[in-house]
């Protein structure tokens, strides 16, 4: 089921990056976040409380909450960057260089997380980082 929920999590990416482009036009890339990340946590929200999870939060530990609140910053500077790339630089540039975050996770997942990195997750990295530049240059 995991396979079924990445595929749908890029094409929304995809649809992510072609509406934020149309959407950051004649505004600054922090108002744009800003009316994201409204909307994210509207919804968000929305699918806790109606998904009957509401008391999960009173089960949340110091350490989920720890690692949630630096999760949800590395996520708010990841938007405001992408967002202020987007601001001037063509999406079909800009997505590929933010998926480039593909190879790091790979590689963060490597040494902090002691997930595997065999041949073909290397090859499969190297290619991603060749085929970004090959797109962007």
């Given at each position: 089921?995991?396979k079924?929920?990445?595929?749908?999590?890029?094409?929304?990416?995809?649809?992510?990056?072609?509406?934020?482009?149309?959407?950051v036009?004649?505004?600054?890339g922090?108002v744009?976040?800003?009316?994201?990340?409204?909307?994210v946590?509207?919804?968000?929200?929305?699918i806790v409380?109606?998904?009957?999870?509401?008391?999960?939060?009173?089960?949340?530990?110091?350490?989920?909450l720890i690692f949630l609140?630096?999760?949800?910053?590395?996520?708010g500077?990841?938007?405001i960057?992408?967002?202020?790339?987007?601001?001037?630089?063509?999406?079909?540039?800009?997505?590929?260089?933010?998926?480039?975050?593909?190879?790091?996770?790979m590689?963060?997942?490597?040494?902090?997380?002691?997930?595997?990195?065999?041949?073909k997750t290397?090859l499969?990295g190297?290619?991603?980082?060749a085929?970004?530049v090959l797109l962007?240059?």
């Open positions: 089921m995991w079924y929920y990445a595929l749908l999590s890029a094409f929304f990416a995809a649809l992510t990056a072609i509406l934020a482009k149309v959407g036009k004649g505004i600054s922090d744009a976040t800003a009316v994201r990340t409204f909307v946590l509207i919804i968000a929200w929305g409380i109606f998904g009957g999870q509401l008391k999960e939060v009173k089960a949340l530990g110091k350490e989920n609140v630096l999760s949800g910053f590395a996520t500077l990841s938007w960057f992408y967002f202020k790339a987007l601001e001037t630089g063509d999406v079909s540039k800009v997505a590929p260089i933010d998926k480039l975050s593909i190879v790091l996770v590689i963060f997942a490597f040494i902090f997380l002691s997930e595997p990195m065999n041949f290397v499969g190297s290619l991603i980082v085929g970004t962007v240059l």
